[in-house]
């Protein structure tokens, strides 16, 4: 069974950095399509950034030049690096798993932007 656990999550000023990690396991990670939703409260879950299995990575305009997803596939492992963070970027993340027929979801990890 896939099971996705999200990190680095927490509280950074306006204009700081932080970087999530999301580890999979229970699958041949390489294979599947990665991606990073948020949701803020009130709010619907939105894609931030996605990658296909070695292919091009999607951000949502809204991110654009201020995020990058990677991923590592010996570690089972893609990332989001968040730059010059905004308060309205405050959200729970998610890390999402896709492969033919699956769909699997993290249980979300807090970033709160304030000063």
């Known amino acids: 069974q896939v099971q996705l656990v999200e990190s680095g999550g927490g509280l950074v000023q306006p204009g700081g950095s932080l970087t999530l990690s999301c580890e999979s396991t229970g699958s041949t990670f390489s294979i599947y399509a990665m991606a990073w939703y948020r949701q803020a409260p009130g709010k619907e879950r939105d894609l931030v950034a996605a990658t296909q299995s070695d292919g091009p990575i999607y951000y949502a305009n809204s991110v654009k030049g201020r995020f990058t997803m990677s991923r590592d596939d010996a570690k089972n492992t893609v990332y989001l690096e968040m730059n010059r963070l905004k308060p309205e970027d405050t959200a729970v993340y998610y890390c999402?798993?896709?492969?033919?027929?699956?769909?699997?979801w993290g249980r979300g990890t807090q970033v709160t932007v304030s000063s």
């Open positions: 999402n798993q896709r492969g033919y027929g699956e769909d699997y």
